[in-house]
């Protein structure tokens, strides 16, 4: 894939990306090494030396403008010197546990412990201009509808507590440390603006396969994942699309408050019918695909009016999301 071209690129200050190595993350990395910013980023096992970052460290212009550091969101005050001088923060890091295993407690406290210290951070440095979170469509799921909702839509936690469905953890702790975040933000002055991604796919320089793009992938690649709740339809934006409304939302001096990104809404059905007609080499699979049940949560549509009415512009379809992603596979040898 075209990663950009390289030529004459004007610098464009320092910028901080928290959370360094992850699909999003590394794909903003890239883009934003690509655009002229410097970047700080942190790696909570950088020192960990089986972790592999050289898919990092190799970007294109990193061994000039990329700086890793190890910082932990437990230990949130070591983010003081990754934001140091920084005009711009983007909060992507968050702790993971799909799997339930640590209690929703200590989930919460540690992401909006982290995420406070961060934005404390900022106000230490005097330099951050603005601040982009990354939050999730979890925080906005609305529940028994098929509205289609907005940035005034809030996940009710009470209702996700009592389903105890799969990855509920990770759903109310992001609704809640972003709702703190906004809180902090009120009381303190600092410019923040948030990003609600739904389902990102496309290419990847992450090693492995990541997450949503594995479970996007999972009627190609025959996987079947039990645990997961599919939505009725999917919603999906490309990794390059989510990137770039990160930067657009930093430096758009307009900018104010949450903004869903989704650009593409497609039914299952309509998308068993995509994918049959656009990869035929793949039927035997998509055929014998059975989807998990999605009954415990009715998912409303997802409205990106508010963004697009702000100037951004979607460049990517279904074609590129699933064609790269493809690709990347095939590069790999998963398929």
């Known amino acids: 894939m075209n990663r950009g071209d390289m030529e004459e690129v004007k610098e464009k200050g320092k910028v901080c990306v928290t959370g360094g190595s992850s699909f999003l993350i590394s794909w903003m990395l890239m883009r934003l090494l690509q655009i002229g910013y410097h970047v700080n980023t942190t790696i909570r096992s950088l020192l960990d030396r089986k972790?592999?970052?050289?898919?990092?460290?190799?970007?294109?212009?990193?061994?000039?403008?990329?700086?890793?550091?190890?910082?932990?969101?437990?230990?949130?005050?070591?983010?003081?010197?990754?934001?140091?001088?920084?005009?711009?923060?983007?909060?992507?890091?968050?702790?993971?546990?799909?799997?339930?295993?640590?209690?929703?407690?200590?989930?919460?406290?540690?992401?909006?412990?982290?995420?406070?210290?961060?934005?404390?951070?900022?106000?230490?440095?005097?330099?951050?201009?603005?601040?982009v979170y990354t939050s999730s469509s979890t925080t906005i799921m609305v529940e028994n509808s098929s509205d289609i909702v907005d940035e005034n839509s809030w996940t009710n936690v009470h209702i996700v507590r009592a389903l105890k469905n799969f990855a509920r953890s990770y759903t109310i702790s992001k609704t809640l440390t972003e709702k703190a975040a906004l809180e902090f933000v009120e009381k303190n002055g600092i410019d923040l603006v948030t990003v609600i991604p739904t389902w990102i796919h496309g290419p990847f320089i992450t090693p492995p396969i990541p997450g949503s793009v594995s479970s996007s992938m999972e009627m190609i690649l025959g996987h079947q994942n039990q645990n997961m709740s599919y939505p009725p339809y999917e919603p999906y934006e490309h990794i390059d699309d989510v990137?770039?409304?990160?930067?657009?939302?930093?430096?758009?001096?307009?900018?104010?408050?949450?903004?869903?990104?989704?650009?593409?809404?497609?039914?299952?059905?309509?998308?068993?019918?995509?994918?049959?007609?656009?990869?035929?080499?793949?039927?035997?699979?998509?055929?014998?695909?059975?989807?998990?049940?999605?009954?415990?949560?009715?998912?409303?549509?997802?409205?990106?009016?508010?963004?697009?009415?702000?100037?951004?512009?979607?460049?990517?379809?279904l074609e590129e999301m699933f064609d790269e992603a493809i690709e990347c596979c095939k590069q790999r040898s998963l398929l």
Do not use: M
């Open 51 to 131: 972790k592999d970052v050289s898919y990092i460290t190799n970007l294109p212009s990193a061994q000039e403008r990329l700086h890793i550091s190890n910082v932990d969101l437990n230990k949130p005050e070591g983010f003081n010197a990754a934001i140091d001088g920084c005009i711009g923060v983007f909060h992507v890091a968050h702790p993971f546990d799909f799997e339930n295993k640590e209690s929703e407690e200590i989930i919460t406290q540690r992401s909006i412990n982290g995420t406070l210290g961060i934005l404390q951070a900022c106000i230490n440095a005097n330099t951050v201009k603005r601040v």
């Open 243 to 317: 990137t770039n409304a990160h930067i657009y939302l930093l430096e758009n001096p307009n900018a104010k408050g949450r903004y869903i990104c989704s650009a593409v809404e497609i039914t299952r059905e309509k998308l068993v019918e995509y994918l049959l007609t656009r990869y035929p080499e793949f039927r035997k699979q998509i055929n014998e695909y059975t989807w998990a049940s999605s009954n415990e949560v009715e998912f409303p549509i997802f409205s990106s009016k508010k963004l697009l009415e702000s100037g951004f512009k979607y460049k990517h379809g």
